[in-house]
């Protein structure tokens, strides 16, 4: 049967990114406790049936979170649980549906055929067998066995690892000095500033539904300074514009980059705010952005709200976040936020590359390197109109788009991250060889294998030490420059 370090390990693995070290520890060991029916002198009872944990562990599950346990501990512990019957049935039958089907056995093999030519190959056959719980005498439960220890030490280290380095970098950040001026009670604070030095950038395109309802909200706020940049809309979304006393003009360029591009060569004013004009974004917001642009080069509008994005969209977000926060060295919550309020000449001095959606994300990556960035929460509503973002395709366009950015902005610590990515192959197969070795004698195991491993250990830690330098001089990069302009 599976061992239990392996039972422990895949659920440590799928609950770890969710709930944190600690909690996943608690969700490994839960999926351990359908072995308990060894004690009954049984083995693979109704305990390994999913029917039977399920209608056990949801009313326990509810209960437990109205007691205060979060529903995403709660959840990923039921399937933590069902995780135990999962894997029995790939190695022997197991009554993971008993009492309405017999026990079954999935047996899956693949691999490759080494002969004249490389071919895979592939058999899936699933067998059912009666129902036998009769009382055992004796039974061998390993704690592990070597057929699967390499993959139960992968699946329990690389999380393990990898909370550690969020945690040493999370500690890092907050133990960082910040040294502040010398306050002066005779000093007043800078005048906040007001809407006559901002102008509202409207990238368009087609938004007839939505364009005179914005534009008059825009009004009501006390917004002058209007920008309409229109992508030669067929739906007389410029005439609206017009008629609601907006400047219009039309994009040179092609997509929304192209309207940032165009906005830039006539702003004259000293900051500039963008802003969707599908009413999603309420102009009532726009003071929350300009509270904090004296000290930022950059105000991006965290989306919150019950209308914020749909689940998909959100983790679309979420992914897209983490790579640009992992490859920058940033905490952003919402680098693609169509509102934010950016100092106009910090912008000016960029060269937009970008040809789509994916220019919010370069205006900050470009911001992030080379000036301050924060955010501040935003509402977010449902939009009117047609829908033009396509979450699957421009989310990857996007998260190709960062991988390039940082080529561009810090390419030391994107090829270094992805030196680093060979540790985990490199410790699998030097550990494998290894253990062959030592296991089973020099006849067993690969030289050739192990010096791989080996090589690509190496160079992932060389690659892991590299990238923690390139950190550490992007941060103090930004720190001079931030001392510079203060100056």
Not at 21 to 40: E, H, N, S
Not at 53 to 81: D, K, N
Not at 368 to 374: D, E, F, I, M, P
Request: proline share 6%.
């Amino acid at each position: 049967m599976p061992d239990l370090l392996t039972h422990f390990a895949v659920a440590f693995a799928l609950t770890s990114p969710f709930l944190g070290i600690r909690k996943a520890v608690v969700a490994g060991v839960l999926a351990l406790l359908p072995d308990l029916d060894v004690l009954f002198h049984v083995h693979r009872s109704i305990t390994h049936s999913a029917v039977v944990l399920l209608l056990l562990a949801l009313p326990i599950a509810y209960l437990a979170h109205r007691g205060g346990v979060g529903v995403r501990f709660s959840f990923l512990a039921v399937v933590s649980l069902l995780s135990h019957p999962i894997l029995d049935t790939l190695q022997d039958y197991t009554p993971i549906l008993y009492p309405f089907f017999d026990p079954v056995f999935v047996d899956v093999k693949a691999g490759f055929l080494f002969g004249g030519s490389l071919e895979p190959y592939f058999d899936l056959s699933v067998r059912t067998t009666t129902v036998d719980f009769t009382p055992f005498t004796s039974i061998k439960g390993p704690l592990v066995v070597h057929e699967t220890l390499p993959l139960s030490l992968a699946l329990i280290i690389v999380p393990l690892f990898y909370s550690l380095s969020k945690t040493r970098s999370a500690k890092a950040e907050r133990n960082q000095v910040v040294e502040l001026p010398p306050s002066n009670p005779l000093e007043h604070d800078p005048p906040p500033v007001s809407p006559n030095d901002v102008t509202v950038v409207i990238p368009t395109l087609n938004e007839r539904e939505a364009i005179g309802l914005v534009l008059e909200e825009l009004k009501q706020e006390g917004y002058v300074n209007i920008l309409v940049v229109d992508g030669y809309s067929t739906d007389g979304t410029p005439d609206i514009a017009r008629e609601k006393g907006a400047l219009v003009v039309t994009q040179h360029g092609p997509g929304k980059a192209g309207a940032i591009k165009t906005a830039l060569e006539l702003v004259k004013t000293p900051y500039m705010l963008v802003m969707d004009g599908d009413y999603t974004y309420d102009p009532k917001d726009i003071k929350r952005l300009l509270a904090h642009a004296q000290g930022y080069d950059e105000v991006i509008g965290m989306r919150t709200g019950p209308q914020s994005m749909g689940w998909l969209h959100g983790l679309g977000n979420r992914i897209i976040n983490k790579v640009f926060n992992l490859l920058f060295g940033v905490g952003l919550s919402d680098v693609c936020s169509g509102m934010y309020l950016v100092r106009t000449e910090a912008l000016k001095g960029a060269d937009l590359r970008s040809r789509g959606f994916n220019v919010e994300v370069e205006i900050a990556a470009h911001l992030c390197s080379y000036g301050k960035v924060t955010e501040v929460p935003i509402n977010y509503r449902r939009r009117i109109g047609k829908k033009k973002l396509q979450t699957f395709r421009d989310g990857v366009r996007i998260v190709t788009s960062v991988i390039s950015l940082a080529r561009v902005y810090n390419p030391l610590f994107l090829f270094s991250t992805l030196a680093f990515t060979f540790v985990i192959p490199g410790a699998i197969l030097t550990v494998w060889e290894l253990y062959l070795r030592y296991a089973y004698g020099a006849g067993a195991w690969s030289m050739g294998v192990a010096w791989l491993g080996l090589i690509l250990l190496i160079i992932g830690l060389q690659g892991f030490t590299a990238a923690t330098i390139s950190l550490m001089l992007k941060r103090m990069e930004r720190r001079i420059v931030q001392t510079l302009k203060g100056e």
